[in-house]
């Protein structure tokens, strides 16, 4: 049972720097969701998809480009990297886009460090 | 907009001891409720949630969350802890307007032998 799988488990980046944060999941859920864990500021949304082709931001959008081609992947892709996107960031997906309706499940996580 | 209010960043306690965890939120009109929890070194998992109905909900592992609408609460409890319950606890609510998850900053439970 894969589930969510993030690749890579940790990145170091110098500002500037671009990178693309994989996530790929095995579950046939139509969204998918990138988030940002920072100390004291728990979880928040940085862009999300209801389906192949369709994607949306969330409450922190800026610095952050995503495209969603296929159901099965949801890439993050961070074009000029900034200290202040130094987090750990989340891939998550569900069954359907209602946070009620199914649990949402998670990737164990990419770590991100920007010097 | 909607917010969820975790009072306490983090919560050490000896094992077998009983544990509480305080969630509050802001909204007035009908939410959904939920804990997450976050292992060391994992993604969140969903402990438990409130939909509707009765408003004491239990996990598969102790723990249990009540649903108090007037003190718009929905606090986690255990009556005995063990070491594994080590982890980072997320309450979340359902937005009514975008009917997306909103965290709380989460409160880190630390067990102690």
């Known amino acids: 049972n894969a589930g969510v799988t993030q690749t890579p488990k940790f990145q170091v980046l110098k500002t500037g720097q671009s990178m693309t944060l994989q996530c790929a999941q095995d579950?046939?859920?139509?969204?998918m969701s990138w988030y940002r864990q920072d100390p004291g500021m728990g979880l928040r949304l940085i862009h999300y998809?209801?389906?192949?082709?369709?994607?949306d931001q969330g409450e922190v959008p800026n610095g952050y480009n995503v495209s969603r081609s296929t159901t099965e992947d949801f890439p993050l892709r961070l074009l000029s990297a900034a200290p202040s996107q130094t987090s750990v960031y989340f891939c998550a997906s569900s069954r359907t886009p209602e946070g009620y309706n199914s649990p949402l499940h998670f990737g164990n996580g990419t770590r991100l460090t920007v010097t | 907009a909607q917010s969820v209010t975790q009072l306490d960043s983090q919560v050490p306690v000896f094992e077998e001891a009983p544990v509480e965890l305080r969630c509050n939120y802001s909204?007035?009109?009908?939410?959904?409720l939920f804990w997450y929890v976050q292992y060391p070194n994992q993604g969140l998992q969903l402990l438990l949630k409130?939909?509707?109905?009765?408003?004491l909900v239990e996990s598969i592992n102790g723990f249990e969350a009540e649903f108090n609408k007037s003190q718009t609460s929905f606090h986690l409890r255990k009556p005995s802890v063990h070491i594994s319950d080590t982890a980072e606890y997320f309450c979340?609510?359902?937005?009514?307007?975008?009917?997306?998850?909103?965290f709380g900053t989460g409160t880190r439970l630390q067990v102690f032998p």
């Open positions: 409130y939909l509707s109905g009765s408003t």
């Open positions: 579950m046939n859920h139509e969204y």
């Open positions: 998809s209801v389906g192949a082709g369709i994607t």
């Open positions: 979340a609510v359902s937005d009514p307007n975008t009917d997306k998850l909103i």
């Open positions: 909204s007035s009109v009908s939410v959904y």
